[in-house]
């Protein structure tokens, strides 16, 4: 059974699991610094969503609504559980999570590897690639 839980703000107990799989997922397989993963004050503002299968926890991704952007990101599925899907059900989730708080348009870096699923959800890349934490992005855009 698949599990959506929703948490607002940096309640660190809360967001275990979550920072569990962003621990795995981006500081050891990507090797981002732990500075550039866990910005505080980003944490506080944020709505998190971390997605369970048979009560483990397998995806995680936030919104960061920041001078009036839906910013979606920190999408992430632990690496036993990619290609099942999850990226999607996370990206959609956070998408209209968006709506119900008033989104007109959502937004996202992604890492150029990943611009496929996000094009299939509606996004388009716009601008040039850029690195972000050692790791080729792109930033991307969608009307809801």
């Given at each position: 059974m698949?599990?959506?839980?929703?948490?607002?703000?940096?309640?660190?107990?809360?967001l275990?699991?979550?920072?569990?799989?962003?621990?795995?997922v981006?500081?050891?397989?990507?090797?981002?610094?732990?500075?550039?993963?866990?910005?505080?004050?980003?944490?506080e503002?944020?709505?998190?969503?971390?997605?369970?299968?048979?009560?483990?926890?397998?995806a995680?991704?936030?919104i960061?609504?920041?001078?009036?952007?839906?910013i979606?990101?920190?999408?992430?599925?632990?690496?036993?559980?990619?290609?099942?899907?999850?990226?999607?059900?996370?990206?959609?989730?956070?998408?209209?999570?968006?709506?119900?708080?008033?989104?007109?348009?959502?937004e996202?870096?992604?890492?150029?590897?990943?611009?496929?699923?996000?094009?299939?959800?509606?996004?388009?890349?716009?601008?040039?690639?850029?690195?972000?934490a050692?790791?080729?992005?792109?930033?991307?855009?969608?009307?809801?």
């Open positions: 698949i599990v959506y839980k929703w948490i607002s703000g940096k309640q660190d107990d809360a275990i699991d979550a920072y569990m799989i962003r621990r795995v981006f500081i050891e397989e990507q090797a981002v610094p732990v500075e550039e993963e866990i910005i505080p004050w980003e944490e503002i944020s709505e998190h969503l971390t997605i369970y299968d048979k009560d483990k926890p397998v995680v991704g936030r960061l609504l920041h001078n009036d952007k839906f979606l990101g920190r999408i992430a599925v632990l690496k036993e559980h990619r290609g099942k899907g999850f990226g999607r059900l996370v990206t959609q989730a956070l998408i209209d999570k968006s709506v119900e708080m008033g989104a007109m348009e959502v996202l870096s992604s890492q150029t590897h990943a611009i496929g699923l996000y094009e299939k959800l509606g996004f388009v890349a716009y601008g040039d690639e850029y690195m972000d050692g790791i080729p992005h792109y930033s991307m855009k969608r009307k809801v």
